[in-house]
């Protein structure tokens, strides 16, 4: 791999038609997507930290944070095939947690997603034509049951599940509302619809079994277990001054609303459904509730919030909040009207926030709503104005830490990169295509669609002070030295000084449009690469071209130049990198199936930076090794437009057609230094023209003088006021003196009862003040007793805290002794086991050798000597000595042990009587068998006998009969003789026969008469009186007699 390293800094950007985009991670932190990465933006200390994409994403459909705030999924693409990353928020950096890739069933991409209350389970949505509803156990990647869920191939925007019940989930879309609920393993429908539904935009649950649904006409309902309970229109009123739009409610609500985020559907995908936009009716994309209410988008640029109405069971609008009119913006009063597609509270419900169709982000303290009752209040730019379509212009600049960028949204935004603040912004009528950055930071160079603009950096304006006729100039550069710029007019280069501001020269060759300029370090060459294929090298000094390379097999994008300008690095469509020099191809270094669409090489000529088609940027080391060495970063979700490094090679630019902009820190793993010095600090200084420091001086001078006016009228005024209040004093004082004289003679007494009177109330008002101190006193000696009960469990707790610190520490004191003893265990069994060891080798070593003395069984002498050999080498001396002194205790125990066993003898020999007396029974019956089984032996034996005496007897006979008949019968004698063979041959095999049945008999009594005797040999066991077996002997005897 590369030793080059891009590590991302900081990204300005939003991607707004992902769905839900934008949440709370805790009070303070918020995700959103910008490019290919998730972002978790922190709101006070303005960091930011990454959460990348899949390798080769993309790009990001959808995202869903669980409950808890541990987890997030994310839905993306990633080879054309879809997949579901859920990641684990708590670690840092954030590492995946499940991948889930692998389906059976029917997916092209998921649109929606939403956890269950307890973070288990995953819900996600296809799109069509296969509409597939999937309720996933995500940890162990199993799917608990998918059902389509609309047939009509219409989009489904939202899906969620019930934030108080796992298996109750809600899919809406156009024309769709459904609620199901999950069980034995499928997803059943609990609701029917009825007659024509409407195009359900955004749903939010609002109770365990309510939920408020909006569509794209501004109607807002409630359904309660799937009916329809409740109905609000919001209409749009144009009155002829230009007030805040009206709302009216048609009913009153009765739902009560938990606070949650709205996750959104897919912007394209509802203007896509849905007309009613050009007639004027408030679409409502998002529904965010909140302890107090909720919140809806209304319309363009407006969002309300609905109160509930204390004591009564329904909603109304309390308050409008609306996106502000942008001064920058080309046409300030359309700049609002931007669709607000995601709404979320924080935790605390402090915050809103709200991410709309044109890639903003904006927020408003909640308090500030109520503090502007009756007027709309306003949003405010969380971050910054960001770029709202595709980015085609980057520049930057040396003296200041300042980056220059234009946009299909027409407007041209400088951005510092140091402070990752927004410097200045302006909106055009026309589109801008490109833009560079003078050295100096001062000036700026833009080609719009209708003319090239040199404009001054001010304060706070961008300013153009000449314009030239170059229509749709793509590609704009300043020199290294600023005092050249470089103009393209399709196939032509216009060359401008930058101090007569006159086109001194035009460069003419491309047969096709130009897509890429680039100056040599010292400002006399000019290299241009357009997509007839062509790469030529331009001399300033004579406009002419010094070398070309034409290919027109490919379609350059981009060239960069090394330092030295000896070679030219050129990408372009044929998926390759060349090296170019001398009008010759030097190399050509395959992309490995992607096209390169920037390149920037480092001032230092080491690091060499390309961008991709797919939004990736890779990193090399230069010289370019012959191997596929280099590290690739999932950077954005569309193909990068430009690359640039700063002047010093510390960060690395990068902007795509997503309309982000990111900024990366770039180093070398190998330790070489790439800094470039800096000679002089970034500039602080800035523009102002002339008109403006009159102007402000004129103000200035104005207001002063005005200042003067006043103080000099304010003093004559006081001076007349002065002179009235002291002619009116006298007159009062005169009067009064009078009217004092003459009251005192009339009204003395009268005065006397008044001061009396007085008195009295006075002194009821003491009285009641006394009672009140008294009451006060009451009052603070309770809490002085309060306080000194207090005190005293203080001092309790503080005894008790410092009995648990000595607890403590006698407890670690304790648990050291006790390791120190378990350290000691170890060690006695690690000894132990190794003895163990040792003996079991020993054993071993015995056995074998005890073997190999059995071979000797037979030869006693040659026995007993290598049983003497034995005895030598495994006994020793010391052995002996402890065995003699161990024989004292080994009597004891043996005398202990033997008087055990015979304790035990004697009861199992009570137990063995017992038994067979028990037993007994059975053991007659068995003896009394095995009688009458040799009874019928020799029954049988006598039956056999008399059944070969009868067959001896017909053989006899026959053979008579047979001698009679043979002088008769004189041919047939042969045949006679072998029938008097064949007899005995046959008797022969009878009597074999007989005779192997009687041994079987013979030994079947054996076994018989053995079993009998082992019974009788059992101690108690008695045969029985009377009853004797015949001999087997005898009866063996007679039958032999009998036979012969």
Known sequence: MSTVVAQSLHVFGLR?????????????????????????????????????????????LALSISPNRRYLAI?????????????????????????????????????????????????????????????????????????????????????????????????????????????EGTLKQTNFQRGESPNYLAHAWVSDDRIIVGTDTGRLFLFESGDQRWETNITIKEPTSSKSLEVIHKSESLIEFPSSSSPVPSFEQIVAATDHDHLG?????????????????????????????????????????????DPQSNDPSQSDKQDVLCLCFSPSEETLVASTSKNQIYSITMSLTEISKG???????????????????????????????????????????????????????????????????????VGFADKLRLMNLLSDDIRPFKEYSVRRCKE?????????????????????????????????????????????????????????????????????????????????????????AKIIFAVGSDQTLKEISDSLILREISAYDVIYTAITISHSGRMMFVGTSMGTIRTMKYPLPLQKEFNEYQAHAGPITKILLTFDDQFLLTVAEDGCLFTWKVFDKDGRGIKREREVGFAEEVLVTKTD???????????????????????????LKDMNYSEKIKELTDKFTQEMESLQTKNQEKRIYDLKKKNQELEKFKFVFDYKIKELKKQIEARENEIKVMKEQIREMEAELERFHKQNTQLELNITELLQKLRATDQELRKEQQKERDLEALVRRFKTDLHNCVAYIQEPRLLKEKIRGLFEKYVQQADMVEIAGLN??????????????????????????????????????????????????????????????????????????????????????????????????????EQEETGRIIEMQRLEIRR???????????????????????????????????TK
């Open 693 to 719: 420091m009159e102007e402000k001086a004129q103000v200035m001078l104005e207001l002063k003088m005005r200042v003067e006016e006043l103080k000099m009228e304010n003093e004559y005024q006081l001076r």
């Open 281 to 325: 009716l408030p679409q409502v994309f998002a529904i965010a509730a909140y302890s107090k209410g909720f919140a809806c988008s209304a319309g363009k640029g407006r969002v309300l919030l609905f109160e509930k109405v204390e004591d009564k069971d329904f909603y109304r609008e309390s308050r409008e909040i609306r996106i502000p009119t």
């Open 375 to 445: 007027e709309p209040a306003h949003f405010e730019y969380l971050l910054y104005p960001l770029h709202c379509a595709s980015i085609t212009g980057l520049a930057t600049c040396i003296r200041k830490p300042l980056i220059a960028t234009c946009s299909l949204d027409r407007s041209v935004r400088i951005w510092n990169y140091e402070s990752n603040t927004l410097e200045l912004f302006k909106e055009y009528q026309e589109e801008a295509y490109t833009v560079s950055l003078h050295p100096s930071g001062h000036y700026v160079v």
């Open 16 to 60: 707004a038609h992902v769905a839900n985009n934008i949440f709370f991670f805790d009070e303070q932190i918020i995700i959103y997507p910008s490019g290919n990465h998730c972002v978790k933006y922190n709101l006070d200390q303005k960091w930011q930290n990454f959460i990348p994409g899949s390798d080769k994403s993309q790009g990001m």
């Open 888 to 989: 004292s205790d080994l009597q004891q125990e043996y005398a202990r042990q033997r008087e055990h066993l015979e304790r035990n003898l004697a009861t199992l020999k009570k137990k063995v009587v017992k038994e067979s007396e028990l037993h007994r029974t059975d053991y007659v019956r068995i003896m009394q068998e095995n009688v009458s089984l040799i009874k019928e032996i020799n029954e049988l034996r006598r039956e056999l006998k008399l059944t070969r005496s009868q067959v001896y007897n017909l053989e006899s006979a026959l053979k008579v009969s047979k001698k009679m008949r043979r002088p008769q019968e004189v041919p047939e004698t042969a045949p006679s003789k072998d029938m008097a063979t064949i007899s005995p041959t046959m008797r022969l095999n």
């Open 476 to 564: 704009c550069s300043f020199s290294n030295g600023g005092h050249l710029f470089a103009a393209v007019n399709g196939n032509v280069i216009h060359i401008f000084t930058t101090t007569s501001l006159e086109n001194i020269t035009n460069l003419k060759g491309h047969t096709g449009k130009i897509r890429s300029v680039v100056w040599n370090s010292d400002d006399s060459k000019l290299i241009s690469a357009g997509t007839d294929g062509a790469v030529y090298e331009w001399n300033l000094a004579t406009g002419k071209r010094e070398t070309e390379c034409v290919l027109k097999s490919c379609s350059y994008n981009s060239i960069a130049v090394s330092p030295d």
């Open 75 to 183: 839905s993306e693409m990633v080879q054309e095939k879809p997949t579901i990353t859920i990641y684990e928020l708590s670690s840092i950096p954030c590492r995946k947690r499940k991948v889930l890739n692998n389906f059976d069933f029917q997916v092209q991409k998921f649109v929606s997603m939403a956890f269950s209350p307890d973070s288990k389970y995953l819900l996600t949505q296809t799109s069509p034509p296969e509409s597939n509803l999937v309720y996933w156990l995500w940890e162990k990647q199993k799917v608990m049951a998918v059902i389509r869920t609309d047939t009509q191939n219409n989009p489904v925007y939202q899906v969620s599940i019930n934030p108080q019940d796992n298996t109750q989930v809600c899919a809406t879309g156009n024309g769709l509302f459904k609620l199901l609920r999950f069980a």
């Open 1008 to 1042: 018989l008469r053995d079993q009998i005797q082992e019974q009788e040999q059992v101690p108690g066991f008695h045969t029985i009186a009377g009853v004797r077996l015949p001999s087997l002997i005898d009866s063996e005897v007679d039958f032999e007699v009998h």
